[in-house]
Every structure is written in C-alpha cells, then in structure tokens.
C-alpha cells in the first residue's frame, strides 16, 4: 500500500510558467513532509519542507501548500526555468521513516 | 568528504553471487538509512540505524539482505544469492540524528543483477 500519492507522474511547462505538483497521504501520524529535487545519476536533495502545523511556506520561487484537514501537500514553483528540469517528490515523515512519494518528472520548455 | 559517498557507483554481478555496497556518512551524522529506488519509482527505506545499532529494519525485503554500521560512522548492506528483482539503485542517507530530519543523500550505487 502506497502510503503518499504523488500527481502527475510527468509534466512540461513553459519557461516562466508555474509548475505544481501534488501529494496526498492517509496516514494522519506523518509529522514533516519534505519535497526533494533529483537530477539524472544523482541522489535527491531536500528542495524545501513543511510542518503540518503551517498552511504555507515559501523559499524563493519554491511554495509548500498543506491542508491538513485534506491531507493533501503540493510544490509550487513559480517562474520555472529549465535548469528546474528533475524529477521531484514529495515524502512523510513518521517514526524515523520516510516515505517517498512515486515522482514527477518535470520538463521546463526553454 | 563534505558529502555522502558510496562505492561502488556501478555493480554489475551474476543471479546468485554475493554483494557489498558501502556508504560513508556526513562525518558527526549518527543517523543513517538505506534505501532502494527502482526506476522511475521513489525511494523505498530498508533500514535505520542510529549509531551503531539498526533502530529500524522493517523495509529489509528477506532475510539476503543484512546491513553493518560497526563502528557508528561507515555502513555496509551486504546482499546474498542475488536475483535479478534485486536490481535497483541503492541510496545512503545521513542526518544529525534521530530527530535531524534533513536527510543528505550520496548519489547511490547502481546494482545490475544478471
């Protein structure tokens, strides 16, 4: 059983444009959710995280939005450029364990 | 180092025959995990340790799959009668400790399984 579900699995956007993906999770335990960036060969790195206490956080261009009572997650990211171009999940944290979600590959048009 | 390091970066081996991939944390990083990604998939934990002991290793897939950590710093997962299922990258995360919750990742060893 998956326990966080990650949409869309690929998405282009146009330079500038705003790219969003989503995550959505049953387990109402979880207590930080990350977001992590992977480039091609390499291993993912954190890009942002969020505590289930905050609604909203932002760094730069990168926005978090949670809604707990939904228990639903997303990344915003405004301005997308194509060095953006990765694969992207989201996760949750309970327990010493993460959970991964299954990625979004994003392509950035030039 | 100033980053996570695993060697090897490629491993190509027989069905059957016996692997080691190693992992050198973050130095003063106590907490290590281990994860399996298959393509175009997230990572999947197999296990934890905090300090030298496995705290966690519930996402351990059978019993052909052990990992060290003896000395509280390098880690080893070691793989017996490999299987062609095995095939995957295997990532190796640190962090400060068990509630250091930014996890810093290597860049993973490619295991091929033929």
């Known amino acids: 059983q998956q326990q966080v579900k990650q949409s869309p699995q690929s998405l282009i956007v146009q330079k500038g444009g705003i790219s969003i993906i989503n995550c959505a999770y049953e387990?109402?335990?979880?207590?930080?959710f990350p977001w992590y960036q992977q480039f091609p060969g390499k291993g993912p790195a954190l890009l942002i995280a969020i505590r289930p206490d905050v609604s909203e956080k932002k760094e730069g261009r990168f926005t978090i939005s949670f809604n707990k009572s939904a228990k639903q997650f997303s990344l915003h990211i405004m301005d997308s450029q194509p060095g953006d171009s990765a694969t992207y999940f989201c996760a949750a944290y309970n327990f010493n364990k993460f959970y991964f979600g299954s990625g979004t590959k994003l392509n950035v048009k030039p | 180092g100033a980053g996570v390091s695993q060697t090897p970066s490629n491993k190509v081996t027989e069905k059957g025959k016996y692997v080691e991939l190693r992992c050198d944390p973050i130095s003063g990083h106590t907490a290590l995990y281990w994860y399996r990604q298959s393509l175009g998939q997230g990572p999947e934990f197999l296990i934890y340790?905090?300090?030298?002991?496995?705290?966690?290793d519930s996402g351990l897939p059978n019993d052909r799959f052990f990992a060290v950590r003896p000395e509280g710093s390098v880690s080893t997962l070691k793989i017996q009668r490999t299987e062609r299922g095995d095939s995957a990258v295997y990532l190796c995360?640190?962090?400060?400790?068990?509630?250091?919750?930014?996890?810093?990742f290597g860049p993973g060893t490619r295991l091929t399984v033929l």
């Open positions: 340790f905090q300090g030298t002991g496995a705290a966690d």
């Open positions: 995360a640190s962090s400060l400790g068990a509630q250091g919750h930014e996890q810093f």
């Open positions: 387990n109402t335990a979880f207590d930080y």
